[in-house]
């Protein structure tokens, strides 16, 4: 008998022993679930409250706690940094084409924040923090929001009392009943012939990186930089008289930054700021776009974008500006760089 065949008679004897518990137990396999166990798993805390440990904090405490476990993401007033999620603010947003999205404007049970703050965070060392560190944020939270004074304190007696904005905003889905007459029936399986993927989470920027991207302005990087471009053979500048046929070659290369920028009549920012008359124009400078600070910074030292300056971060942005937020790792050929910005250089104002 081959070892493959005995492994299958074991497994075969094996689940049908399992099938009764006596023989499970006779073979000591398994063990019933301790109650401390179960306790670890059974956290949900419910909108009525069932689920809430004794315990308080105060909006006071819960700022000194969020400040040292959250605010590196979430902002010191819950405003969110960069692109962590922001819990607070957004109010009167929900009906807009871009709604944000927040504790405040839109979570409709406190009892869910109680739950995912105490079950999830801090990011990356989940239900390091007691109790009542957990009401105490929660109180902060509901404190950036405008919604308890700067001495209350949440606790599991006054709880309910809480009024969330959006509380009434969520309504039993009827569609089933109500749309019926839309529905034709749903293809369940193989409905596509072909799948094309448009879009990769990483290049949407959805959760910024750490480390390195995050990194505070290094001052003298753009010194240094200016300084070694310098040192290299000047480029040509070939923006006067368009090249329309490097001008279609940027166009497609442009399709790298599309995912980011937009450019052209009616341009808006999106995760990056528009590039209309990009050329000639101060580093960091559009008024409404939430830049890195070290871009900022560039800016305020007298960085602006000409073909060199462009050339060169475009080759390595983190490198050319430390800590910059463009998650973009750089085009490779100086082909394409040239072509980009021949591109961009036909927007100007
Ligand atoms: C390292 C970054 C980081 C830290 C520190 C952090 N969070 Fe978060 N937080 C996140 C991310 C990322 C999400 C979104 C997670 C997801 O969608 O799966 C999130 C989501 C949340 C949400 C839900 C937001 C929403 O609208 O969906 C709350 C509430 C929250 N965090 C509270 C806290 C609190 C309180 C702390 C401090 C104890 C904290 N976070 C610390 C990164 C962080
Ligand atoms: C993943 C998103 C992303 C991609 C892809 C991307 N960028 Fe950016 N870009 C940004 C962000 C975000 C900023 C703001 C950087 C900061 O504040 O540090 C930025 C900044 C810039 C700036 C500075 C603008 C200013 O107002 O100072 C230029 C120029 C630029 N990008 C050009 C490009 C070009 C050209 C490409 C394609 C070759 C590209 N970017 C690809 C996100 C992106």
């Not at 798993?41 to 405490?61: A, C, H, K, M």
């Not at 004074?149 to 009827?174: R, T």
């Amino acid at each position: 008998m081959s070892k493959y065949r005995k492994i299958l008679i074991v497994g075969t004897a094996l689940a049908a022993t399992l099938a009764t518990p006596a023989m499970a137990e006779k073979l000591g396999l398994g063990r019933a679930a301790l109650p401390e166990e179960i306790a670890a798993w059974n956290l949900d805390v419910s909108p009525d409250g069932t689920g809430l440990p004794e315990g308080s904090g105060s909006v006071e405490y819960g700022e000194t706690v969020f400040s040292e476990n959250c605010a590196s993401c979430h902002g010191e007033f819950a405003e969110g940094v960069g692109n962590w999620p922001k819990l607070a603010g957004g109010e009167d947003t929900l009906a807009r084409r871009d709604p944000v999205k927040t504790v405040g404007s839109y979570w409709p049970y406190l009892s869910t924040v109680w739950d995912y703050v105490h079950r999830s965070m801090p990011f990356g060392a989940a239900q390091t923090l007691s109790t009542d560190d957990v009401y105490a944020m929660t109180a902060y939270i509901l404190y950036s929001n405008y919604l308890v004074d700067s001495d209350f304190v949440l606790s599991k007696d006054n709880f309910l009392d809480v009024e969330m904005p959006n509380a009434d905003g969520f309504i039993i889905d009827d569609r089933e009943e109500t749309e019926a007459h839309f529905w034709t029936e749903p293809c369940m399986e193989n409905c596509k012939d072909e799948v094309e993927i448009t879009m990769h989470a990483s290049v949407l920027d959805v959760t910024p990186g750490t480390t390195e991207d995050d990194a505070p302005a290094e001052a003298d990087t753009v010194a240094e930089a200016d300084q070694a471009a310098a040192e290299e053979a000047p480029r040509t500048a070939g923006v006067a008289e368009p090249d329309p046929e490097l001008v279609a070659e940027g166009e497609k290369v442009f399709r790298k930054c599309q995912a980011c920028h937009q450019v052209g009549e009616g341009a808006k920012n999106r995760v990056g700021p528009q590039l209309n008359s990009v050329l000639g124009r101060t580093a960091g400078s559009i008024d409404d776009f939430r830049y890195s600070n070290p871009m900022s910074a560039a800016g305020e030292d007298g960085l602006a974008w000409t073909d060199e300056t462009l050339a060169q971060y475009l080759a390595d942005p983190r490198k050319y500006i430390k800590g910059t937020r463009m998650s973009f790792a750089g085009l490779r050929s100086q082909d394409e760089i040239d072509a980009v910005i021949a591109y961009l250089a036909t927007f100007a104002e």
